[in-house]
């Protein structure tokens, strides 16, 4: 068993930053891909960004260069900065554990809210 444990969202005003966190317990590989996916109200679920083990990442050519992820394999976390936030970046964001950075896997975080308004 998996448990994902995101922190870090909230209210922010466009323009602003915002640091995700996730951090993996359970039967967690070294080789798992880790990644954020969000779903605005309305919409499916797409990914955001995920990163590889050994450090090859995929971004959404909407949050490229605005987005940063990034894993510490220690401590089974991978984080998400978040720069130049605009209001079309607000959604759930949730964590996942998967085999591949293009792809999700079967494990999902609760979720964490973010909110870009002014």
């Known amino acids: 068993q998996v448990h994902l444990e995101e922190s870090g969202g909230g209210l922010v005003q466009p323009g602003g930053s915002l640091r995700l966190s996730c951090a993996a317990s359970g039967s967690i590989f070294s080789i798992d891909a880790m990644g954020w996916y969000r779903q605005a109200p309305g919409k499916q679920r797409e990914l955001v960004a995920a990163i590889a083990p050994a450090g090859a990442t995929n971004y959404a050519d909407s949050v490229k260069g605005r987005f940063t992820i990034s894993r510490d394999n220690a401590k089974n976390t991978v984080y998400l900065q978040m720069n130049s936030l605009k209001p079309e970046d607000t959604a759930v964001y949730y964590c996942?554990?998967?085999?591949?950075?293009?792809?999700?896997?079967?494990?999902w975080g609760q979720g964490t809210q973010v909110t870009i308004s002014s």
């Open positions: 996942n554990i998967g085999p591949s950075i293009y792809f999700s896997g079967g494990y």
